[in-house]
């Protein structure tokens, strides 16, 4: 009897050791998976952030021993607190949410149709309990500091990517061949240029030199006078940002103006996704911490670009209608943008947040509704009425909803199908610009 006792026991314990080895979500308070490009500096930025408001024991940072894996490890009330970043590129993430391994999943790309139907069990990805947009980000074009080159288009970077174009001559350039860098295939950095620039016309040419980390591919193409790469915009490092333009648009460089009003060709957002009301605790504490205005003046230390509205007076190229100058010749430009679900009148999960946003600038400086002009625009219409009734109407659905958080009555009006800011038929182009009066 005895024996069977302690067999019991060796049993019961090796069952317990090898629940603990495969079961990692039992090693750390907190796992966060996916994408390098939040993972190599901003989540543990975040991290460590929310760790500092929660306990005030010292927090310690810990490589893994395997390449972009880090721990962050803390004391809270008696207890060890450990969270663990693992950057190894956003489709990674993605499964690691779905298989109950990350309480968190990093994405640098939004959550695809076929990977929401996938856990539409257990939650919507994309509702607003499971999407948050923590930051945006530019694509940044980048090649070495003494390439003549300034700005391309997208369709003339799909042609370079692909291997249509060869030598930096026809460009403008040196005559010297072309050598490409990018991401590998796991990055949502990848699946944003993939997206955006290749789209299907194109395909990576094979001489393409992979990269796991956006910053050892910058560090690369500064070093190379025929190198042209792309990386997000945190890790442009020395090498030199190239302006890009769409369509008909006029060619912008990535800054914070034109990031985080998304009008930059190749701005994209950056997520984390949790799995609505099955969030723990933990994880919905790191999640509010990063979309709070210390969380994303975190973000903007990182090198993003915060969704923390300030104004600023742009400039105006010569494209820009006199109309519109007028319109807008004593006002400023906030860093926020409203858009919508689908191109409709709905306004997506970042612009939900984006009116508490301005609601709490507005109490922060001193302002009131009526400081606030909102410009709505079209993508291109077959008649100018048209455009002109579902700029003015998108305007509208924004003002009614800053009325909804507080924010009453605020000046609208439309712009129609003018001064696009992507090709025809994109989405980018039907927006809300907010002005408010300069002082």
């Not at 923590?134 to 694509?139: F, K, R, S």
């Not at 990535?254 to 930059?264: G, H, M, R, V």
């Not at 199908?417 to 907010?434: A, K």
């Amino acid at each position: 009897m005895a024996v069977l006792i302690r067999k019991s026991i060796r049993h019961l314990t090796l069952l317990l050791a090898l629940m603990t080895l495969n079961s990692p979500i039992l090693a750390h308070e907190l796992e966060i998976h996916g994408s390098n490009t939040v993972g190599a500096t901003l989540a543990p930025m975040l991290v460590t952030g929310y760790l500092e408001q929660i306990s005030e024991a010292q927090i310690s940072s810990t490589p893994t021993g395997r390449d972009n894996e880090r721990i962050l490890a803390t004391n809270h009330q008696g207890r060890n607190l450990s969270v663990l970043v693992a950057a190894h590129g956003s489709s990674t993430g993605f499964r690691t949410l779905a298989n109950g391994q990350a309480d968190i999943w990093a994405s640098s790309r939004p959550v695809k149709k076929d990977e929401a139907e996938q856990v539409k069990g257990k939650a919507d990805l994309t509702a607003l309990a499971s999407e948050h947009v923590i930051a945006i980000d530019g694509l940044a074009i980048l090649v070495h500091p003494d390439n003549p080159v300034s700005q391309l288009s997208i369709e003339t970077l799909g042609q370079i990517f692909s291997g249509e174009i060869r030598n930096w001559s026809e460009l403008g350039g040196n005559d010297s061949p072309i050598r490409l860098y990018a991401r590998d295939d796991r990055s949502g950095t990848w699946d944003t240029f993939k997206s955006l620039v290749l789209g299907k016309r194109y395909r990576l040419h094979e001489s393409a030199r992979r990269y796991e980390s956006n910053d050892q591919l910058s560090d690369d193409v500064s070093r190379d006078r025929s190198g042209i790469g792309f990386s997000g915009l945190a890790s442009v490092r020395d090498s030199k940002l190239l302006a890009v333009s769409d369509g008909n648009a006029p060619a912008l460089k990535p800054n914070q103006l034109t990031i985080a009003s998304e009008d930059y060709p190749l701005s994209r957002r950056l997520f984390m996704y949790t799995l609505g009301k099955q969030t723990p605790e933990f994880a919905g504490g790191l999640i509010e911490f990063a979309l709070s205005s210390e969380g994303q003046a975190l973000v903007a230390e990182s090198g993003f670009i915060s969704q923390n509205p300030i104004a600023v007076k742009p400039e105006l190229d010569a494209s820009v209608p006199e109309s519109f100058r007028r319109l807008t010749e004593n006002y400023q430009r906030m860093t926020v943008n409203f858009r919508f679900s689908e191109g409709r009148t709905k306004l997506d999960n970042k612009a939900h947040r984006d009116l508490r946003r301005v609601q709490h600038y507005l109490e922060q400086q001193g302002r009131a509704a009526d400081d606030l002009l909102l410009i709505g625009f079209a993508d291109t219409q077959s008649h100018e009425l048209r455009a002109q009734m579902i700029s003015e109407l998108r305007a509208l659905s924004v003002r009614r909803a800053l009325n909804e958080a507080g924010v009453p009555f605020v000046a609208y009006t439309g712009y129609g199908h003018y001064m696009p800011v992507g090709g025809s038929g994109n989405l980018r182009n039907g927006r809300v610009e907010v002005w408010i009066k300069a002082r």
